[in-house]
């Protein structure tokens, strides 16, 4: 079946590094973009990164740019996302997202996420 | 950046009851709205998608609507299992920002 396994979460001090993993299964990967999104505790969902099906193309949120890469490596089925400078507003459970498959769904549909990973949750505290 | 106002922020309901929650854009992104049910400690899950289609598996009394600017999502008779927090997304453009979210609660 379809699925996303997200993993990489944990404690970090302020100013730290962490990579999350998102594995994916069950489709084809190389047919999709794939997102991250956040979630703080107890708030509303925040986009934070989309890679493009080939990872030729890339974009952020305004909060993460250029704190945050995303990146991914279609021969391990498997989308990065790496977090420097965390500041304690990174906290959050980190969801990875599956795009549309971009060879069936025209753009006049635009993009959904389906499905989200389980999340992994990033805590960013002294 | 396009903005996404939602409304109610939150609603008591009843089994049974007709839901209707907005999305307003803060300009016209056509039909680029999803919207995703979240159940605590779950992740989202798509519902609708372009505005007005029905996701695979997802039940009949759910439906979207709406173009340009403003959107809606209806439950036509709430059941016990949609008692959850509801959420607009647009894919006009980057970001592909959400509303604030709809939580529906036991009246």
């Known amino acids: 079946q379809v699925q996303l396994v997200e993993s990489g979460g944990g404690v970090v001090q302020p100013g730290g590094s962490l990579r999350l993993s998102c594995t994916a299964s069950?489709?084809?990967?190389?047919?999709?973009?794939m997102h991250w999104v956040r979630q703080a505790p107890g708030k509303g969902l925040e986009w934070v990164a989309i890679?493009?099906?080939?990872?030729?193309?890339?974009k952020y949120a305004d909060s993460v740019k250029g704190r945050f890469t995303i990146s991914r490596d279609n021969s391990k089925n498997t989308v990065y996302l790496e977090m420097n400078s965390l500041r304690a507003v990174d906290t959050a459970v980190y969801y990875c997202?599956?795009?549309?498959?971009?060879?069936?769904?025209?753009?006049?549909?635009?993009?959904?996420?389906?499905?989200w990973g389980q999340g992994t949750l990033v805590t960013v505290s002294s | 950046d396009i903005q996404m106002t939602q409304s109610p922020s939150s609603l008591s309901v009843s089994v049974r009851d007709r839901v209707t929650i907005t999305c307003r854009a803060s300009?016209?992104?056509?039909?680029?709205v999803n919207w995703y049910q979240q159940k605590p400690g779950k992740a989202p899950e798509v519902l609708i998608y372009a505005a007005s289609r029905l996701q695979s598996g997802v039940p009949s009394r759910f439906s979207g609507s709406g173009s340009g600017t403003d959107f809606t999502l209806t439950i036509s008779s709430l059941q016990p299992e949609d008692f959850a927090t509801y959420y607009c997304q647009q894919s006009y453009t980057t970001p592909h920002s959400f509303g604030q979210g709809t939580k529906l609660e036991i009246k």
């Open positions: 300009q016209s992104i056509s039909n680029y």
């Open positions: 997202a599956r795009g549309v498959d971009i060879f069936l769904v025209p753009p006049s549909m635009g993009d959904w996420f389906d499905p």
């Open positions: 890679v493009s099906h080939d990872g030729s193309n890339k």
């Open positions: 069950g489709f084809t990967f190389t047919n999709h973009a």
